[in-house]
């Protein structure tokens, strides 16, 4: 029986890289990098915006969506990509909270 850990932030902290935004993820025994693409961060929240700030705010948001991925199995040698239509996904899938429509925390668990 396989048993599911937490995954959790780690370092590095967020950064950008060229367009895309990278998180890295913990479970206490593998690390993955997430890879939230200018499109995906733009998707998240109004106004549409892809910089470090968007990244940082909505890390836990993507950290749910790539922890579902892995648990999916969709991580490729360690990567994981949130793409725009991940994010599309989620917001369809979920009810909306505070005034600007901020996504919910959880994801997919």
């Known amino acids: 029986m396989e048993v599911h850990r937490d995954i959790e932030l780690c ?5 950008l890289c060229f367009d895309n935004g990278q998180l890295a993820l913990t479970d206490g025994r593998a690390v993955w990098m997430v890879i939230v693409t200018p499109q995906a961060m733009m ?3 109004n106004p549409q915006e892809a910089s470090l700030r968007r990244l ?13 991925a892995i648990r999916r199995g969709d991580d490729v040698h360690g990567k994981v990509w949130v793409l725009e239509a991940d994010v599309l996904a989620a917001r369809s899938n979920l009810p909306t909270r505070g ?8 994801v997919g668990r």
């Open 11 to 15: 370092e590095p902290c967020p950064f």
């Open 43 to 45: 998707a998240t929240a």
């Open 56 to 68: 940082v705010r909505y890390s836990h948001f993507y950290r749910d969506l790539a922890s579902a």
């Open 99 to 106: 005034p600007l429509g901020d996504l919910p925390a959880q």
